[in-house]
């Protein structure tokens, strides 16, 4: 499970509980920082990409749905990992340009 801690530069704060989580049957999960999404991945030598996102549809305050609009939005963005380490993953856009950063969570 991957907490995302920067989106397209800007430090997401850590009680934003937005998160996303691959299983290695091609499916990606987890939260927007109010809903839960879910949807499938590909991923090939140096790139990676998601089908769209389907989502719950709950309503929390306006700073929160913005900034989960924010992540969908990136999340559509994503065309390569540029970079993974055991605690890092930054998701890419088509130009190389990082637009998700995120650290692996410890899972309880």
Do not use: K
Request: net charge negative.
């Amino acid at each position: 499970e991957w907490g995302l801690v920067e989106m397209t530069g800007d430090a997401v704060p850590g009680d934003a509980d937005v998160f996303v989580a691959f299983r290695q049957d091609g499916r990606a999960a987890g939260s927007g920082g109010c809903n839960r999404f879910t949807g499938s991945y590909t991923q090939g030598p140096g790139d990676l990409a998601f089908s769209p996102l389907a989502a719950t549809r709950m309503a929390c305050p306006e700073p929160i749905m913005a900034r989960e609009s924010a992540f969908f939005a990136a999340m559509e963005e994503v065309a390569s990992v540029a970079e993974r380490s055991r605690t890092t993953l930054v998701l890419a856009d088509a130009d190389g340009r990082p637009v998700l950063r995120f650290r692996r969570r410890d899972r309880d």
